[in-house]
């Protein structure tokens, strides 16, 4: 298991001060970027850096490797949730940064398969940028937005 520079296992964040912007890389790409527990909790600390580094003004979400930004929730290893049912957490709560209440613009920078599942899912910023071939299914009957899609087209 490697540990980056900033402590994580699953996601890279890098700041430029210099340009304002943080990147913020989902970085399972063998597992096709499947979100765990680890990385739920990650994705909370890294929201939180960017929120309060006044250096940051927008942030980049991206993903490792050309296969899928991200498949969803890891089935293949137990997110440990408690054993009554009432008592689950949403695991996209930790992957937002709307539930995070990181009010900074996100920019999703997708560049394969892109499963999105509403309010909750990580790859729900305002404006999404994405090249014409992606392939989007949602869960939900609001609109997705996107600089170079739409639900129409």
């Known amino acids: 298991?490697?540990?980056s520079a900033d402590?994580?296992?699953?996601?890279?964040?890098?700041?430029?001060?210099?340009?304002h912007v943080a990147t913020i890389t989902l970085n399972?790409?063998?597992?096709?970027?499947?979100?765990?527990?680890?990385?739920?909790e990650?994705?909370?600390q890294a929201w939180r850096t960017v929120k309060f580094d006044e250096s940051v003004h927008a942030v980049v979400l991206r993903a490792a490797g050309t296969r899928a930004f991200s498949a969803g929730l890891d089935i293949k290893t137990p997110y440990g949730?408690?054993?009554?049912?009432?008592?689950?957490?949403?695991?996209?709560?930790?992957?937002?940064?709307?539930?995070?209440?990181m009010w900074k613009p996100v920019v999703c920078a997708v560049q394969a398969c892109a499963p999105l599942a509403g309010s909750t899912s990580s790859t729900n910023p305002m404006?999404?940028?994405a090249r014409r071939t992606q392939h989007f299914s949602t869960h939900t009957s609001r609109p997705v937005w996107s600089a170079h899609w739409s639900r129409s087209g």
């Open 127 to 129: 404006w999404s940028s």
């Open 28 to 40: 399972r790409p063998d597992q096709l970027n499947t979100f765990n527990r680890t990385m739920c």
């Open 1 to 3: 298991m490697q540990v």
């Open 81 to 101: 949730q408690p054993e009554n049912v009432w008592n689950h957490e949403d695991p996209g709560e930790a992957l937002s940064a709307k539930w995070q209440k």
């Open 7 to 19: 402590g994580f296992e699953t996601i890279l964040l890098d700041v430029d001060a210099t340009d």
């Open 42 to 44: 990650e994705m909370i």
